[in-house]
């Protein structure tokens, strides 16, 4: 391949890099693993004959689905091995991703997590389908079934991601002082501070990956969540900081032990209240929270 075709390849995989990076991260919950995929997505398309390829979007995009569903299957098996409750990659998100609520709800921490719950093929379905709004004939080839088996497969993800799916959608204002409440309750610890903004129901996942201490099993209930904050960040032998930011285009707190990052704490909003906790403490986990990953749907 001549130089000037090797860079019009560039061009073209550069231009649709942030769509092709967020289907990769929407079906893996793994910022690393879909960097990954996208260079075996670059070495594909820069080996393809591009004079074949009519729709170059949809071809990219069909070459890192692929790609994604591989390493997804393979990832399924490491992830029954992992140590405590997994929690998605957490990606600091510019104030554009927030706005746009059908990419923010996508890309929750709370939606995710319901993700993990379908098969392999069922999650690059669902994500191409009711995220990136694809049709079912370019779906169809992406996953290597018929649009009919396709449609099938949409239809039966929709409905067990609906029955579990956050129920509400929370504006963006709404949100912000949700968080501002519960960074003053935690900073301050006060207890009755805490109970006020936690739901009854609430659900708090800490991810150690066995590197950092984690709670190996959820903590449901305001009462019970309350006091491990009482009784396990309360306690901690450190100076504890926390600065509000956004991650996956959600409300969340990076939280600091003597001005060194120790976690990032995600929070899911319903009705003025949390209704989920997820603090990924696995330092292998952070690397994408020091700067904004660019992510859109188009």
Do not use: C
Not at 75 to 103: H, I
Not at 237 to 244: F, G, K, Q, S, V
Not at 246 to 255: D, R, S, T
């Amino acid at each position: 391949m001549n130089d000037d075709a090797t860079d019009r390849a560039t061009e073209v995989f550069l231009a649709h890099r942030s769509l092709l990076f967020t289907v990769a991260y929407e079906v893996l919950g793994s910022a690393a693993d879909a960097e990954d995929v996208l260079q075996e997505t670059w070495l594909q398309w820069v080996k393809a004959d591009r004079r074949q390829v009519r729709d170059q979007r949809a071809f990219l995009v069909r070459i890192t689905t692929r790609q994604a569903l591989n390493r997804l299957r393979t990832m399924k098996r490491r992830r029954e091995a992992y140590v405590g409750p997994w929690l998605p990659e957490p990606l600091l998100t510019a104030p554009d991703v927030a706005a746009d609520v059908d990419l923010a709800e996508s890309m929750s921490m709370a939606l995710m997590l319901v993700l993990e719950t379908l098969s392999p093929t069922e999650r690059a379905v669902f994500v191409l389908r009711e995220v990136f709004d694809i049709g079912y004939d370019e779906i169809a080839a992406a996953v290597d079934k018929s649009p009919a088996a396709v449609r099938q497969i949409a239809h039966r993800a929709r409905k067990h991601v609906d029955a579990r799916r956050p129920r509400q959608v929370v504006s963006s204002n709404e949100s912000q002082a949700v968080l501002l409440s519960f960074q003053h309750a935690v900073e301050t610890g006060d207890p009755q501070a805490l109970l006020d903004v936690l739901a009854p129901e609430v659900v708090l996942m800490s991810d150690g990956g066995g590197i950092k201490h984690a709670a190996l099993r959820p903590v449901a209930g305001a009462d019970r969540v309350a006091r491990m904050f009482g009784g396990g960040i309360g306690k901690v032998e450190a100076t504890i900081t926390t600065e509000p930011t956004a991650i996956n285009g959600n409300p969340a707190l990076l939280v600091r032990m003597d001005g060194e990052l120790d976690g990032v704490m995600a929070l899911s909003v319903e009705n003025a209240r949390i209704t989920g906790l997820y603090y990924v403490r696995n330092p292998e986990k952070l690397s994408h929270v020091t700067s904004a990953t660019p992510l859109t749907l188009l």
